[in-house]
């Protein structure tokens, strides 16, 4: 059974930074793409970053340039470096993993960007 366990989350001043980690379990995790979602009170779920099997990366216009997602596929983790934060990127964070038509997701930490 894959599991997906985000770690990271807190509150945070504007400008400030956090990093998230996803680590995952009962895959092959190298094998997977990974992305990272997140969902605001009221709002849909949004792709934030997503990385490939082979390390390519993609980002959302709105996180380019400030977020970086990275992967160690020996330690099975998905990472999420989040830099010059605004209040507009406070969510819950998901991370997802996806495999041809298999999608797992992890429980979500919450970010809060406030002053």
């Known amino acids: 059974q894959i599991q997906l366990v985000e770690s990271g989350g807190g509150l945070v001043q504007p400008g400030g930074s956090l990093r998230l980690s996803c680590a995952a379990s009962?895959?092959?995790?190298?094998?997977?793409?990974m992305r990272w979602y997140r969902q605001a009170p009221g709002k849909e779920r949004e792709l934030v970053a997503g990385?490939?099997?082979?390390?390519?990366?993609n980002y959302a216009e709105s996180v380019k340039d400030r977020f970086t997602i990275s992967r160690d596929n020996a330690k099975k983790t998905v990472y999420l470096q989040m830099n010059s934060l605004k209040p507009e990127d406070t969510a819950v964070y998901y991370c997802n993993a996806q495999y041809l038509l298999l999608r797992s997701w992890g429980q979500g930490t919450q970010v809060t960007v406030s002053s």
């Open positions: 990385i490939t099997s082979a390390g390519g990366t």
């Open positions: 009962g895959l092959t995790f190298s094998s997977y793409a």
